[in-house]
């Protein structure tokens, strides 16, 4: 028996001898995957919904709002009003530089958290620094407190929000080199 994604399990089907052998052999599933599987997409957007309103509560939240983004932050160094008008500068560059009809769906909720410490039960991967995901209800992102390091995370995530609503699809390493590219 080989251990790892290797492994097979030998079942028998009940019972019985099939035409060429008595069992068969079957993969197990994959379980390396972790939240970046179709499946679990939705579960963490759930946790998110589910506890949100408790972490909520017990911070002092702020919220803005503009015609594409409604921001909530925790992070109490930050000019929400200034961090609101960047990223519809940002959003209005990057429609205009990609060539994309701007989207009349709803505002993307983005979540400013307070530290890291915040973000992390919330994070689709341990190794996560911001994350934004496509939802019937519009867009949600995840940040960490913005600052010089952190801004490019922010433009990088409104990137993957614009060309997720241009109906594109592209290659993984596009999809993520475009992003990088501004």
Partial sequence: KLPGPFAYRVSRVAGRRRRGGSCRLRTPPRTDRGVESPHMRPL?????????????TAQAWRHGSSG??????????SNLPETIQRFERVYGTLVRELDVAASPSARSRVVIFENGQAMAPYRPRPDSR?????TPN?????????DVDTWPD?????????VGRSGAFY?????????LYY
């Fill in 154 to 162: 922010a433009v990088h995530e409104i990137t993957h929000m614009v």
């Fill in 130 to 134: 911001a994350y934004w995901f496509d």
């Fill in 44 to 56: 963490t957007v759930l946790m998110f919904v589910l506890v949100a309103p408790v972490v909520l």
């Fill in 138 to 146: 519009g867009d949600l992102m995840g940040l960490p407190p913005l």
């Fill in 171 to 179: 290659p993984l390493w596009l999809n993520e080199g475009l992003p």
């Fill in 68 to 77: 594409h983004f409604d921001v909530y932050s925790a992070d109490g160094r």
